[in-house]
């Protein structure tokens, strides 16, 4: 066995909080080998972006490492201060981050920034720098590099600012990359093309990789061998083909089973009644913004949209950021004045609703939002959060209120304790419970869900997708689904329309769509789930990698 | 790109336009008049039809929005006319008093905006510390002085105190040194804070973590990443007090006994000398408006997303 490029030795790491020390990484030990791809995988709070940190010396202020080692090379670089870490910093081993929306200094050119890494390390003149820019640029895509040389990250892309950042990542052919989450804020098809430009100068330069990651699709698609992070501790490490066909911890396989482009696609219960009792009925949805100071010229966000929703079922909206889909949640519960098109929500016209009415509507379809951080009021409580809508309605009595209220809660299985809680107080998961209840306190008929689990983990995602399950069915809800997660649309969904830059380039039921997209963007969309390429899957004969 | 350069120039004219009338409306209101003040007195022994006569002469017995356009129409000629107090043109007062006191303002905002970095870089340069946290104290004790006390408390220690400053004939450049001190750390409290709370907020965002990855030490990321994105909300702040920093001239100028607009206003505040207070609200405003046009044009250039905005939405 060659020497590992990398050693992570029984390290443990802790935070400063307040006059304590808590501890989150607890005696974690791995190796990455030249030319290798470790994948460190984990849900939020498992540590392991706090252990890749570490490997940088990048912890926050307050992060200290406790015991334990990190060897590159076989030297221990752990008790290293900031100012040798800078050394080897962007030489030896690189980062790639996460979020390529706010990881490039907004007021800098993309040039000058891929610049600075050769300038920092003092690798030649400014000619010399010059021309390895602009060939690096080339080489990740960027072209013609002379112009992009001279762009503001706010002129490109959310994958072409990736791709500036993994230039920048390998301009000095560092030994390692650590690459943590890079392509979790990216839609499927950039993700894949930003993954395979990874691996295309990994293999060029035989660099090691760490990918932190908590998709274990893209773990399994692309690293050699997998560290299984839980709370701070390995939950179980091995060659990714051994951890995938027998994971030998219950941790493991708990993810494996919640992650959605693993699972088998669902078995909807079929939906018996009336095929023509439609809940929704959008026929041909038209959405022009004008273009801000454009004069009046439009940009057409929806063209023509057009679906039937069956009560008690549930209709994805699928596409990638820019595709409409959001406008078109927007515009049937009523947010939106459509430019064309029709409408109906339990047989009412939303785009005749005014006033009053349009008020009144709003008791019949709610929505639920993305972020279970930002739509809830950090200043109210638990009970205060779903109590609203019921006060924004016809008064009823305190008391009935506070039993609908509570009855909710127990609903979306909260224990009645969380009542008197801040949002503060809950995790993620908790959240979107508390959101699901206000939305669900007043009894509506249709429940819009816009990206509601996406930013949520895969095994509070499943919980989430399962309670969700069981509310339409004893509630009868119907949902519209917005989300750009094909893995995820397939598993909770019976019909859905994919839509391409605001056009419907499919639709229909789920398994018609997966087994026989109409369009070549479906079938990009289906092919770009990452962890397609499983063992698991290859051995498993229902599941779904037996239809596409 | 020029419509944004015409559109704020646009307003910062109707802004002096509204400022003028505004003031012009307010000073005819006012009870007494400086002619009355003047020639009324006893001692001047003048009767009613002399008095209406000098009234006439200095057309104050036209109606308010014949004296207006009249006055307008002065304005925009360069005549301000004239202090009947002091029974000169306006103008011989202004180029008397106007420039020491835009040496002082001048002096005093520039001395405030090193202060501002010099707190600024070193809380950020000595790490964690208690030096720091003393440091990042320091606007707020500054900003809860009062103008008048610290002028006071400055002369009594470096004057009377330690002898380092003379205020009993001073030099020419020694005379300055405590009246811009006195106005700049003031206005230096509220710039600092607001300067220092940006660095902090710009030191978390993941694109410093980037610039560290890359090996930049920290004062290369405070330089060349920080700086740039933390003085953005500074310069509007910085423009706003400029008006603060006119107040502060007026009453340091009496602290300090020095000539200048603040006791020219302080004279025609009292003797209702209508014409002299017009000229001033106006010039006061001009000065304004334009160093708020200036933070206006500047910001396109340190923020290239501006400059993106402003070319696609005009």
Same mark, same amino acid.
């Given at each position: 066995m060659t020497a590992p490029l990398l050693e992570v030795d029984d390290l443990a790491i802790a935070y400063r909080m307040g006059d304590h020390e808590q501890r989150v990484v607890h005696g974690v030990s791995f190796h990455v080998a030249p030319g290798e791809v470790v994948a460190l995988v984990g849900e939020s709070g498992s540590g392991k972006t706090t252990t890749a940190q570490a490997v940088l010396g990048l912890? $926050?202020?307050? #992060? +200290?490492?406790e015991r334990g080692a990190i060897r590159l090379s076989g030297t221990d670089?752990? #008790?290293?201060s900031q100012r040798r870490l800078d050394a080897i910093r962007g030489a030896v081993v690189s980062l790639i981050p996460q979020d390529p929306g706010s990881s490039l200094?907004? @007021? +800098?050119?993309v040039g000058s920034q891929l610049a600075e890494v050769m300038q920092i390390h003092k690798r030649g003149d400014r000619k010399a720098i010059r021309t390895r820019v602009l060939d690096l640029l080339t080489r990740v895509g960027l072209m013609p590099a002379e112009m992009r040389a001279r762009?503001?990250?706010?002129?490109? !892309?959310g994958g072409m600012r990736q791709r500036v950042l993994i230039a920048i990542a390998v301009a000095l052919k560092p030994k390692l990359i650590i690459a943590?989450?890079?392509?979790?804020?990216?839609d499927v098809t950039v993700q894949r093309r930003i993954l395979d430009l990874i691996d295309e100068l990994r293999r060029e330069n035989g660099t090691s990789v760490l990918l932190v990651t908590h998709d274990l699709g893209v773990a399994a698609d692309r690293a050699d061998r997998l560290v299984v992070l839980q709370g701070g501790r390995i939950q179980e490490q091995g060659p990714v083909k051994d951890v995938l066909a027998a994971p030998a911890s219950a941790y493991t396989r708990r993810l494996l089973s919640d992650a959605p482009s693993l699972a088998k696609p669902r078995l909807r219960r079929s939906v018996g009644g009336d095929?023509? &009792?439609?809940?929704i009925e959008v026929d041909g949805l038209t959405q022009d913004f004008p273009?801000?100071?454009?004069?009046a010229k439009t940009f057409?966000?929806? &063209? #023509?949209l057009s679906f039937k929703v069956r009560r008690g079922t549930t209709h994805a909206v699928v596409g990638e950021s820019g595709s409409g889909k959001t406008t078109a949640a927007r515009s049937i519960v009523g947010f939106l004045k459509p430019t064309a098109g029709r409408i109906l929500v339990d047989g009412m016209d939303v785009t005749t609703l005014r006033g009053e009415a349009l008020r009144r509507f709003r008791r019949h379809i709610q929505l639920v939002y993305q972020n279970p951080f930002g739509s809830? &009021? %950090?200043?109210?409580?638990v009970f205060h959060i779903v109590e609203e809508p019921l006060l924004n309605f016809e008064p009823i009595a305190a008391a009935d209120r506070a039993r609908k209220v509570r009855d909710m809660i127990g609903r979306v299985g909260l %224990?009645?304790?969380?009542?008197?809680?801040?949002? +503060? #107080?809950? !995790?993620g998961g908790q959240r979107q419970r508390v959101a699901i209840a206000r939305a669900l306190v007043l009894g509506p008929r249709v429940l819009v869900l816009d990206? $509601? @689990?996406?930013?949520?983990d895969v095994t509070v995602q499943a919980q989430i997708l399962a309670l969700l399950d069981e509310l339409q069915g004893t509630l009868g809800l119907t949902y519209l689904f917005v989300s750009h997660d094909l893995a995820v649309v397939q598993q909770i969904s019976d019909t859905v329309s994919v839509i391409h830059k605001g056009r419907q380039v499919d639709g229909g039921p789920v398994e018609r769509v997966f087994a026989r997209p109409d369009s070549d963007y479906t079938r990009d969309l289906i092919e770009a789930?990452?962890?397609?390429?499983m063992p698991v899957l290859a051995s498993?004969? &229902? !599941?779904r990698a037996g239809f596409i | 790109m020029i419509r944004y350069i015409l559109g704020r120039v646009g307003q910062a004219l109707a802004v002096l336009v509204v400022t003028f009338t505004a003031a012009f409306v307010l000073l005819q209101a006012l009870p007494g008049d400086a002619i009355m003040i003047k020639f *009324?007195?006893?001692? *001047?022994?003048?009767s009613a039809e002399q008095v209406a006569e000098i009234r006439a002469s200095y057309g104050a017995d036209l109606p308010i929005w014949e004296q207006y356009l009249k006055t307008v129409g002065n304005f925009l000629s360069g005549n301000f006319g004239y =202090?009947?107090?002091?029974?000169?043109?306006v103008r011989h007062q202004l180029a008397v008093n106007l420039p020491p006191t835009l040496q002082l303002a001048g002096l005093a905002f520039l001395a405030a905006v090193l202060l501002t970095v010099v707190l600024a870089a070193m809380s950020n340069m000595?790490?964690?510390?208690?030096l720091r946290g003393a440091l990042q104290s320091l606007p707020s004790l500054f900003i809860s002085i009062p103008v008048f006390w610290l002028g006071i408390m400055l002369i009594q220690i470096?004057?009377?105190?330690?002898?380092?400053?003379?205020?009993? =004939?001073?030099?020419p450049v020694e005379k300055l040194v405590l009246p811009v001190a006195t106005l700049a750390i003031p206005i230096s409290a509220p710039l600092a804070q607001v300067l220092m709370r940006n660095i902090d907020e710009v030191l978390a965002q993941p694109f410093v973590a980037v610039a560290r990855a890359k090996g930049a030490s920290r004062s290369w990321v405070l330089w060349r990443h920080v700086a740039r994105n933390a003085v953005l909300p500074t310069l509007t702040i910085a423009g706003i007090l400029f008006g603060e920093l006119l107040a502060g001239a007026v009453v340091t100028e009496a602290v300090f006994g020095l000539s200048g607009l603040g006791g020219l206003t302080y004279q025609a505040v009292n003797n209702h000398d209508t014409a002299v207070l017009q000229a001033i609200v106006v010039i006061s405003a001009f000065a304004f408006v334009t160093i708020n046009l200036v933070v206006d044009l500047l910001y396109p250039v340190v923020d290239p997303r501006l400059g993106h905005r402003v070319a696609t939405t005009t």
């Open positions: 912890l $926050a202020g307050n #992060g +200290r490492i670089i752990a #008790g290293w200094n907004p @007021v +800098r050119t762009q503001y990250p706010h002129e490109l !892309s943590d989450e890079p392509t979790s804020a990216l095929a023509t &009792d439609l809940a273009i801000a100071g454009g004069g057409r966000a929806l &063209d #023509g809830l &009021d %950090p200043r109210q409580t %224990p009645e304790a969380f009542l008197t809680r801040h949002p +503060r #107080g809950l !995790s990206e $509601a @689990v996406s930013a949520l789930i990452p962890g397609r390429g498993n004969p &229902d !599941s | *009324m007195s006893p001692e *001047m022994g003048l =202090s009947i107090q002091a029974g000169v043109p000595v790490g964690m510390g208690r470096f004057s009377f105190q330690l002898g380092l400053v003379s205020v009993i =004939s001073p030099g």
